[in-house]
């Protein structure tokens, strides 16, 4: 599933993967029957909620725009909500507290403070750009996880594989599953364990 992409399940049953129209207009007939849950997961397997009242063409005129979507993905992302225009120099103030050492040291350093924490962040970012990616995968497989899989059998199991990072195991683990709950969560795990 693409960084835009979204994907419904009735039960433990796929019903579609997509934009977030796409995927409504498929769970929607699916809502409706109200035989099983129906949800709805983004590119980070958070659940989205929506309002399933009404019309098809109700609910659709109802979902957000793309542009408020990446807005609030962007907000998510930080904390701190996007004012207009340009931002000055794209430098948020926020507060760090360091012992008095690190201060000192840091005082030290040309540019001063900031273009020295600047650099350390800009430096620690590039050493683990590959773990922090990794760590990413892995928390959004196993958010997916645990919402769809919480209670299946080997679950734990599956769980302690995923954050030891034994893909092997992990898919040992999970092959009781449902068909598409595992499916999709053997599509999330391409991002979530290193390749061999």
């Given at each position: 599933m693409?960084?835009?992409g979204y994907v419904a399940f009735?039960?433990?049953?796929?019903?579609?993967?997509?934009?977030l129209?796409?995927v409504?207009?498929?769970?929607k007939p699916?809502?409706?029957?109200?035989?099983?849950?129906?949800?709805i997961?983004?590119s980070?397997?958070?659940q989205?909620e929506?309002d399933?009242?009404g019309?098809l063409?109700?609910?659709l005129a109802?979902?957000?725009?793309?542009?408020?979507?990446a807005?609030?993905?962007?907000?998510?992302g930080?904390g701190?909500?996007r004012g207009?225009?340009?931002?000055?120099?794209g430098?948020?103030?926020?507060?760090?507290?360091?012992?008095?050492?690190?201060w000192e040291?840091?005082?030290g350093?040309p540019?001063g403070?900031?273009?020295?924490?600047r650099?350390?962040?800009?430096?620690?970012?590039k050493?683990?750009?590959d773990?922090?990616?990794?760590r990413?995968?892995?928390?959004?497989l196993?958010r997916?996880c645990s919402?769809m899989?919480?209670?299946a059998p080997?679950f734990?199991?599956?769980s302690?594989?995923?954050?030891?990072?034994?893909?092997?195991?992990?898919?040992?683990h999970t092959?009781?599953w449902?068909?598409?709950?595992?499916?999709?969560a053997?599509?999330?795990?391409?991002?979530?364990?290193?390749v061999?």
């Amino acid at each position: 599933m693409d960084a835009s992409g979204y994907v419904a399940f009735e039960g433990w049953r796929r019903l579609a993967t997509g934009t977030l129209a796409e995927v409504v207009t498929a769970a929607k007939p699916a809502v409706d029957r109200a035989r099983e849950p129906v949800l709805i997961f983004d590119s980070r397997s958070e659940q989205v909620e929506l309002d399933f009242r009404g019309s098809l063409a109700a609910v659709l005129a109802r979902l957000p725009s793309p542009a408020v979507r990446a807005d609030r993905d962007a907000e998510a992302g930080d904390g701190e909500p996007r004012g207009r225009g340009r931002p000055k120099l794209g430098v948020t103030a926020r507060e760090v507290t360091l012992l008095p050492r690190h201060w000192e040291w840091l005082a030290g350093q040309p540019g001063g403070a900031s273009a020295a924490l600047r650099r350390l962040v800009e430096a620690a970012r590039k050493a683990n750009e590959d773990r922090d990616r990794l760590r990413r995968g892995r928390d959004v497989l196993y958010r997916f996880c645990s919402a769809m899989a919480g209670d299946a059998p080997g679950f734990e199991e599956a769980s302690r594989a995923l954050f030891a990072g034994d893909r092997p195991r992990f898919e040992t683990h999970t092959a009781a599953w449902p068909p598409d709950v595992r499916a999709h969560a053997l599509e999330l795990a391409a991002h979530a364990f290193e390749v061999p």
